[in-house]
């Protein structure tokens, strides 16, 4: 999955609505855009997080990679959905090499998938005594299906990048909300990355992730139509240039507004979820990235239902954008859709 060199890589976001590029380079003040594109995605090409037509993917992400402007081919990208699994474990406490020997077997108790199927990862979280001062590790365990990963890395392949970095979409969102936000240890923030595709969700205290999940849509849409259905949160109205104040068609559509209600339910859920089960049980703050972030009425609906402050993601906050490699009618809403691209941006390629 990872080749040990050390250059700028094209952050690579494979959408269900859209694949967007970033990449970054360091200045003497800081990261700034190098180069940076968006190209649509046919409905139903990608659906939750499966790649169903190949051609029609492969052609998107060369014409991204073509037109981003980016001098490297080399691709950071993620999977997301029931490709991954994300898991905070405890585990006896031992040294780096014991552990590296034994995750695969640690790994069989808690991923529902066989091991020799899916590509493992991890990173020790805390190591000490616990609450009956035993001497233990929490081990943050993450699990990607290798049928899934080599998907994306073939079209990817095919389109004339060289995938160099797989990455977890909602650790790519960490990222991009540690370089734009900082990291405040005292400060818990719960990461919503909304596409047409559905949810990414982090939730995330002082550079630690406390939680991830991921939900899609499209259960909810196939129950009530047979036709491909609109999403609740589309980057379209925004980035076709309608302001996000005014509704578009797909608010009066009853599958669309289902969506979206299932969406906002299972945000809801999660944050339940959190709050009952962890020892934080606080949210401070809601931050909203993705090509549907600025959907008319999310936020508001977001902010009503949670009882949280919420804001619309900004993963350009502090990285410096050349007026002459963006177009002139950029807005924030559109901005927000490049957040998972920009923490990929972020990687390299000796990275873990």
């Not at 699990?143 to 990048?161: E, F, N, P």
Request: one cysteine or more; aromatic letters at 4%; a negative charge.
């Amino acid at each position: 999955m990872i080749f040990r060199r050390r250059e700028s890589v094209v952050g690579l976001d494979v959408g269900a609505d859209a694949i967007r590029a970033v990449t970054l380079r360091r200045t003497s003040r800081g990261r700034e855009v190098a180069a940076i594109g968006r190209e649509p995605v046919p409905p139903g090409s990608i659906v939750g997080g499966e790649i169903v037509d190949r051609e029609a993917v492969t052609e998107a992400i060369g014409r991204t990679l073509d037109r981003c402007g980016s001098r490297t081919r080399r691709v950071a990208a993620a999977v997301a959905g029931n490709a991954v699994i994300v898991k905070r474990v405890t585990l006896p406490l031992m040294d780096e090499d014991d552990l590296a020997g034994s995750i695969h077997s640690e790994a069989e108790h808690h991923i529902p998938f066989d091991t020799s199927d899916v590509n493992l990862d991890y990173q020790v979280l805390r190591a000490g005594s616990d609450a009956d001062d035993r001497a233990s590790m929490e081990v943050l365990l993450v699990a990607a299906k290798k049928d899934k990963v080599a998907d994306c890395a073939d079209v990817i392949s095919r389109a004339g990048g060289v995938p160099v970095v797989m990455d977890v979409a909602a650790f790519a969102l960490q990222n991009a909300f540690e370089l734009g936000y900082g990291v405040d240890p005292g400060r818990v923030s719960m990461l919503v990355n909304a596409e047409a595709g559905g949810l990414n969700i982090n939730i995330v205290e002082g550079g630690r992730t406390l939680l991830t999940r991921d939900v899609s849509p499209g259960g909810v849409a196939e129950a009530l139509s047979s036709e491909p259905a609109p999403s609740f949160v589309d980057a379209g109205p925004f980035e076709e240039g309608r302001a996000p104040g005014e509704v578009g068609p797909d608010a009066a559509d009853p599958v669309a507004g289902a969506v979206g209600e299932h969406l906002l339910l299972e945000i809801d859920r999660t944050l339940g979820f959190f709050r009952s089960a962890t020892a934080a049980g606080r949210v401070d703050e809601l931050v909203v990235s993705g090509g549907s972030a600025g959907a008319p009425g999310f936020l508001p609906a977001l902010e009503v239902r949670l009882d949280v402050p919420v804001s619309l993601f900004d993963p350009f906050r502090r990285v410096r954008c050349d007026p002459d490699r963006w177009d002139e009618d950029r807005r924030p809403e559109s901005d927000a859709a490049f957040a998972v691209a920009v923490g990929l941006a972020l990687r390299r390629g000796d990275d873990r």
